[in-house]
T-cell receptor, first 111, second 114 residues
């Protein structure tokens, strides 16, 4: 039962352009969402989060958008840099409960 | 300041054997969670330990068990290994059980079951 889905296994973007990574969820009780970035041979690194009381959160080049009615969130990276090439996971949780992760999207930023 | 450390980095076992994986949390963290990441999948929550007790558990069989020590380090034990247990096992630590954002992951232990 995949409660968090990332339907694009991979994405390629030119350096300097915008990268948009998408994530859908099914559980309406989820109220906190995170994005993690993972390089090979390393553990996931926290990137940015958003609570369900907001629809947007921004941190430098990274912005996360939440559309609760559509049960959809997206991560925008502007401008994309080669160092952003990694696997990105979205994760969601309800109050007091475990995190559910998506299957990841592998982003390649082409110099 | 050392982050989350895990040992060993790689492990090869055969079906039916037992395995123990170890995790030391980031300094100042008292809560440890374990995740299984199969190939091509996202991390799946196994369980969480706080104050030396299992506080939450994901959808994993009893073959998966754990322990937390007084120094907050933790072990994950898997009995009667199956081929399907081959995965990357990730440990994450946080300063409190319900903390959401500040969950730091270790590099993982890659387990191969033959």
């Amino acid at each position: 039962d995949q409660q968090v889905k990332q339907n694009s296994p991979s994405l390629s973007v030119q350096e300097g352009r915008i990268s948009i990574l998408n994530c859908d969820y099914t559980n309406s009780m989820f109220d906190y969402f995170l994005w993690y970035k993972k390089y090979p041979a390393e553990g996931p690194t926290f990137l940015i989060s958003i609570s369900s009381i907001k629809d947007k959160n921004e941190d430098g080049r990274f912005t996360v958008f939440l559309n609760k009615s559509a049960k959809h969130l997206s991560l925008h990276i502007v401008p994309s840099q080669p160092g952003d090439s990694a696997v990105y996971f979205c994760a969601a949780s309800a109050v007091g409960n475990q995190f559910y992760f998506g299957t990841g999207t592998s982003l390649t930023v082409i110099p | 300041d050392a982050g989350v450390t895990q040992s060993p980095t790689h492990l090869i076992k055969t079906r039916g054997q037992q395995v123990t994986l170890r995790c030391s949390p980031k300094s100042g963290h008292d809560t440890v969670s374990w995740y299984q990441q199969a190939l091509g999948q996202g991390p799946q929550f196994i369980f969480q330990y706080y104050e030396e007790e299992e506080r939450q558990r994901g959808n994993f069989p009893d073959r998966f068990s754990g322990h937390q020590f007084p120094n907050y380090s933790s072990e994950l034990n898997v009995n009667a290994l199956l081929l399907g247990d081959s995965a990357l096992y990730l440990c994450a630590s946080s300063p409190a059980p319900q903390t959401r954002k500040t969950q730091y992951f270790g590099p993982g232990t890659r387990l191969l079951v033959l």
